[in-house]
């Protein structure tokens, strides 16, 4: 079946099978290994009545989308979010099997999406959703089947009531099911922090290489939730100046650096950045275009795009959101020259790598440290970055195609080896 006729046919999921297709052209993988490798092995779609608080009863649509089940139970967040597509979660799920493999974890790649804008409803809605969702997935979930955990629009709550629901229906306490719970709940420490705190790892570690010094580096960040205001936070205490943040009302500029402690009351108040005080008022699209050394977009996919790639004015992009760039906008800055590009399946990835953490834990029924997390991760993120690099020596190709050559080689590889069940 042709991509355009297919049931995930979107821009996003053709964005990642443009991307997919370097990499399997680099690897001379055959046309049946190649469509086995890229395809996603199951979609549940479901659609789930809930009460709302005026006795009134919504129906909502979600999906969850399993890509590969080949190398481990499949692995990847939940979004809420009002413009979730199928497409966008195949996307999602394919980047996922992408990055743990890349990452050395044992795991396939999966998404979960509801179509929903989570900030218009109440708490006890928000419950409701988020445990009939669980109990539409339940038959296609498990420790060792498929592991959500949070992505844009959920949090550690949402995953302690999915958790809750299963443990209901299971009839025991099973808190490896999901990742990113509340720490009373089997959460890991440093969860919360893990992929924004990855992202300003590989930061940091891509400046050295350039040889630019912290008071050198200005930072933008598109996205103050808790990717970017994670990596904001760790990248000032290592001594590098944020002058640029935003969220979905818009950003805020201040060239003599933005307080992020005042950022983040801020925003604990408001729930948002509109009207913050500390910088002058921009739009996103101004911000993404802002002088900077290193420009982190760290909300939702396909922000760069052709019309403003040729605009960027940083030495590094650092992906922190899955997707941020278009192939487009690919092809623009890599003809540039000028922009290193830390790609969304290596930048992002502390967050899975710390889940994994939290999964082994959870099985192990014993609880490491915040150093010891911490310690395991950047070991984890070092020996990741050697790999791509190294690989984007070897092949002459970008950072982006060297870290999926890599991802995908060892999937495929696990699909050869594994045979087809008759």
């Given at each position: 079946m042709a991509l355009n006729q297919s049931i995930y046919h979107s821009p996003v999921f053709q964005q990642a099978c443009n991307q997919f297709?370097?990499?399997?052209?680099?690897?001379?993988?055959?046309?049946?290994l190649r469509e086995r490798t890229k395809r996603p092995r199951r979609c549940v779609v479901?659609?789930?009545?809930?009460r709302m608080d005026d006795?009134?009863?919504?129906?909502?649509?979600?999906?969850?989308?399993?890509?590969?089940?080949?190398?481990?139970?499949?692995?990847?967040?939940?979004r809420f979010h009002h413009e979730v597509t199928l497409g966008e979660v195949a996307a999602l799920a394919m980047w996922m099997s992408w990055k743990c493999s890349l990452a050395g974890l044992p795991y396939g790649g999966g998404k979960g999406g509801v179509i929903v804008d989570p900030r218009k409803l109440s708490k006890t809605e928000l419950e409701r959703l988020s445990r009939r969702y669980m109990q539409e997935i339940l038959p296609f979930i498990g420790p060792n089947v498929d592991i959500p955990a949070p992505d844009v629009g959920t949090d550690a709550q949402v995953m302690a009531w999915m958790m809750d629901t299963y443990s209901n229906h299971k009839g025991f306490y099973d808190p490896g099911v999901?990742?990113?719970?509340?720490?009373?709940?089997?959460?890991?420490?440093?969860?919360?922090?893990?992929?924004?705190?990855?992202?300003?790892?590989?930061?940091?570690?891509?400046?050295?290489?350039?040889?630019?010094?912290?008071?050198?580096?200005?930072?933008?960040?598109?996205?103050?939730?808790?990717?970017g205001s994670e990596a904001a936070l760790a990248l000032y205490d290592w001594g590098a100046e944020v002058i640029g943040i935003s969220d979905y009302t818009g950003g805020i500029h201040n060239p003599k650096g933005i307080d992020l402690k005042a950022a983040l009351d801020y925003v604990q108040k408001n729930k948002n950045l509109q009207g913050f005080p500390g910088g002058d008022a921009l739009t996103n699209e101004q911000l993404m275009e802002l002088p900077c050394t290193v420009l982190i977009p760290a909300a939702l996919e396909r922000v760069i795009t052709e019309k403003n790639a040729a605009k960027l004015q940083?030495?590094?992009?650092?992906?922190?959101?899955?997707?941020p760039t278009t192939y487009e906008a690919d092809?623009?800055?890599?003809?540039?020259?000028?922009?290193?590009?830390?790609?969304?399946?290596?930048?992002?990835?502390?967050?899975v790598i710390v889940s994994y953490f939290e999964w082994?834990?959870?099985?192990?029924?014993?609880?490491?440290?915040?150093?010891?997390?911490?310690d395991k991760l950047y070991r984890m993120?070092?020996?990741?970055?050697?790999?791509?690099?190294?690989?984007?020596?070897?092949?002459?190709?970008?950072?982006?195609?060297?870290?999926?050559?890599?991802g995908i080689a060892r999937v495929s590889e696990a699909k050869a080896q594994r045979g087809l069940f008759p």
């Open positions: 297709d370097a990499a399997a052209d680099i690897l001379g993988m055959d046309a049946g479901v659609s789930m009545p809930v006795g009134r009863i919504e129906i909502f649509e979600g999906y969850r989308v399993q890509h590969n089940l080949s190398t481990g139970p499949a692995k990847g967040g939940i999901i990742t990113g719970k509340p720490i009373s709940l089997g959460g890991s420490l440093g969860r919360k922090e893990a992929t924004g705190e990855g992202v300003a790892w590989f930061v940091k570690a891509y400046l050295q290489d350039f040889g630019i010094k912290p008071e050198q580096t200005k930072v933008v960040i598109q996205g103050f939730g808790n990717v940083c030495r590094i992009l650092a992906e922190g959101a899955n997707g092809q623009i800055i890599r003809q540039r020259g000028d922009i290193h590009i830390i790609p969304d399946v290596l930048c992002n990835s502390g967050g082994l834990q959870n099985l192990q029924n014993y609880y490491w440290t915040k150093g010891e997390v911490f993120l070092a020996k990741a970055k050697a790999s791509v690099d190294e690989t984007a020596k070897k092949y002459k190709c970008s950072h982006r195609t060297a870290a999926l050559v890599l």
